[in-house]
């Protein structure tokens, strides 16, 4: 594959050069994203979205996702699900996420901001998915006119935990939220490794199981920046260009930001840069079955692997010059793979782990 070639420099052992596996935002520009931008920039061409490549690109999603619907492009995922909260709620509405949700833990308060104070209602959840028995028990604990009404429910796919909503749990929360008259929202930061690891279509997995807006990223899917935000709904799309253009995220150079994206869509590198990914997590998850001090926290179904390791392993790690997150609680480590995660550089780590635990 052109993205192991593309990524053995990063696999460098000295003891000075840190490992980068905390977040799949750590990684480059991969090839095909790297083509179409210099494509783009071998002529002048329109601004503000008006150039053939944003035409093209937006032409691009509507045939990966075989419906006609609307697609925007922003710079990054906080503004996308900031600003598509606050196109589907009025302040006085709330929004049901799960508590470990990136709307809830790391956008700054960034939906309440852009909504003028929709609040997010967070509720529990199995490997860092919400239910419909949750939902609803959201909806109807309250429904006077003191408490915020909810009107969207917000899905994070893959969820904060690296597992996947699969597409019988994403009708039963459609049926739930055709129910009480709610949204459905996707938060689609790793959207691309959730398709890889169910094997399923992007329309599988959106519109045609009751998905009315996307979000979905291409960040970490290979691009340096660029999120594209898709309305399966198109009335729901109504003045959105004004709301990206209020709040600068309208570029004037915008076919910088599409071309990328047609890069991925064209080439397939955006389903064959997740499925690289799901499996360099999958050897990581499968190195390290078999240590008694190392468990797996939750399922590995895209691309992220979380470990329960005692201290004194993660820090002989960090000693090693590993990078990863320990925010999922005491114990917990995240490891993130990325387009260019090199099966090399997955099989140093577990040695390392391996080594260390051997040496405790």
């Keep these: 594959m052109s993205q192991n070639s593309s990524a053995s420099a990063i696999n460098d052992d000295s003891a000075s050069t840190p490992r980068f596996l905390a977040s799949d935002n750590t990684s480059g520009i991969c090839p095909e994203a790297m083509d179409y931008l210099h494509r783009a920039n071998a002529a002048d061409d329109l601004a503000y979205g008006n150039d053939r490549w944003t035409a093209e690109a937006s032409d691009a999603f509507r045939d ?7 697609v925007f492009f922003v710079f990054n995922g906080t503004a996308a699900n900031s600003l598509v909260l606050a196109s589907l709620c009025q302040s006085y509405h709330s929004v049901i996420c799960h508590q470990l949700a990136h709307i809830e833990t790391d956008e700054c308060g960034g939906p309440e901001f852009f909504s003028n104070g929709s609040k997010l209602l967070t509720v529990p959840g199995d490997s860092g998915r919400i239910t419909p028995g949750g939902i609803e028990t959201t909806v ?20 904060e935990v690296g597992t996947v909503y699969d597409l019988e749990q994403l009708r039963a929360i459609r049926e739930v939220a055709d129910h009480h008259d709610l949204r459905v929202h996707v938060d689609g930061a790793r959207f691309a490794n959730a398709c890889a690891g169910l094997d399923v279509s992007p329309a599988e997995l959106t519109w045609r199981a009751g998905v009315d807006v996307l979000c979905f990223s291409g960040t970490k899917n290979g691009l340096a920046f660029g999120e594209a935000v898709i309305f399966f709904d198109k009335r ?66 895209a691309n992220s692997v979380f470990l329960e390791m005692p201290a004194a392993l993660q820090n002989a790690l960090r000693a ?27 099989d140093s780590l577990v040695d390392d782990i391996h080594q260390a635990v051997a040496a405790a």
């Design 140 to 159: 109807t604990k309250r429904g006077d006119i003191h408490y915020p009404r909810p009107r969207v429910v917000s899905l994070t796919q893959a969820t």
């Design 64 to 70: 990966l996702f075989e419906t006609d619907c609307e």
């Design 320 to 346: 090693r010059h590993w990078t990863f997150y320990t925010f999922i609680g005491e114990g917990g480590v995240r490891f993130v793979c990325s387009w260019n995660t090199t099966p090399e550089l997955i």
């Design 236 to 301: 729901l799309a109504l003045d959105f260009e004004y709301r990206c253009k209020q709040a600068g995220q309208l570029a004037s150079k915008m076919r910088y930001l599409a071309a990328p994206w047609l890069g991925l869509l064209e080439t397939g590198a955006w389903l064959s840069n997740a499925r690289h990914a799901n499996a360099m997590a999958r050897r990581l998850a499968d190195g390290v079955a078999d240590l008694a001090d190392v468990k797996l926290m939750f399922d590995v179904q």
